[in-house]
């Protein structure tokens, strides 16, 4: 499976690797970094945050730290924060976007029911995307993406339980960026009527490498090779296209090591350089 990524790298870096624009994604951030400000200036004897609303700002807090003023910084994304970040999807492939992880189909009904669907959404089994019900639409539409990663991180276990476990960070050998395969929608909140843009990553059987790594399931993200990233992109593709796209990266394409447990510390801040550090 993946639940957690990195992606760090320069906005040029990334414009240049992909050809698109950060102008959504700048506009985007605006919005985000009002809200929060309204929020934190907020009287709270008059009105006090809900808890929904602390969650909310923490992870606004975590996001807008993370884009700075070269680049993007998100050394350890953890999927049940639920942030967005930059992809580029196959309706608008000339400018970045920020959809959120963990995707919500447009049939849902309310929050709750978003909330409670999303922990479940933040990975799709590539090989039924055309048959489960969160994800066939989105399949079916062609809403696919790149997801822009410098590495992930999984874990090995050492025993049958998974009491016992080491933390490995992967990364794509000499290549700064390496585009995850993804499913996106577009759900609309009734509370504020306001669109909300998300999306999933697709996942397909380990290769070699990280079915020795991640030896409980035996999963990889989807990893597409540069040389195929507008061929994902394309509208025109049949579901077998799509299908054989979805197929394990060869070994040699990844490289990985063991890193230490900062990554599971609680309260500590992980959204730095030492949590993908060597041991």
């Given at each position: ?13 990334l ?17 985000i970094?009002?809200?929060h ?27 807008l ?7 993007v ?18 309706g ?11 995707m ?13 669907l ?11 995307m ?25 874990w ?8 016992n ?23 609309r ?7 909300v ?24 993200p989807v990893?597409i ?55």
């Amino acid at each position: 499976m993946c639940y957690h990524k990195a992606l760090t790298a320069k906005y040029e870096t990334l414009t240049e690797r992909y050809g698109a624009a950060w102008t959504s994604v700048r506009e985007e951030l605006d919005v985000i970094r009002e809200q929060h400000l309204l929020m934190r200036n907020r009287n709270q004897q008059e009105e006090p945050y809900s808890k929904e609303e602390l969650s909310r700002m923490r992870t606004d807090e975590k996001t807008l730290s993370s884009f700075r003023e070269d680049g993007v910084y998100r050394y350890h994304e953890n999927g049940f924060d639920f942030m967005p970040g930059p992809v580029v999807t196959l309706g608008a492939p000339e400018e970045f976007k920020l959809f959120r992880w963990g995707m919500i189909p447009f049939w849902v009904k309310d929050n709750e029911s978003a909330a409670k669907l999303r922990i479940q959404t933040l990975n799709c089994i590539s090989e039924e995307m055309y048959d489960k019900p969160s994800f066939r639409d989105a399949a079916k539409n062609n809403q696919r993406c790149l997801i822009p990663v410098t590495g992930f991180f999984e874990w090995q276990w050492a025993d049958e339980k998974g009491k016992n476990k080491t933390p490995f960070f992967i990364h794509p050998g000499q290549k700064p960026v390496v585009s995850i395969a993804g499913l996106y929608s577009r759900w609309r909140d009734k509370t504020t009527s306001d669109y909300v843009y998300t999306y999933t990553v697709l996942t397909t059987v380990a290769n070699p490498l990280m079915a020795e790594i991640h030896n409980s399931k035996k999963r990889m993200p989807v990893i597409i090779p540069p040389d195929y990233e507008r061929d994902w992109l394309n509208p025109n593709l049949s579901k077998d296209d799509v299908l054989a796209l979805c197929r394990p990266i060869e070994d040699d394409f990844l490289g990985a090591y063991k890193i230490s447990k900062l990554i599971t510390t609680k309260d500590a801040d992980t959204n730095v350089p030492e949590v993908m550090a060597a041991l």
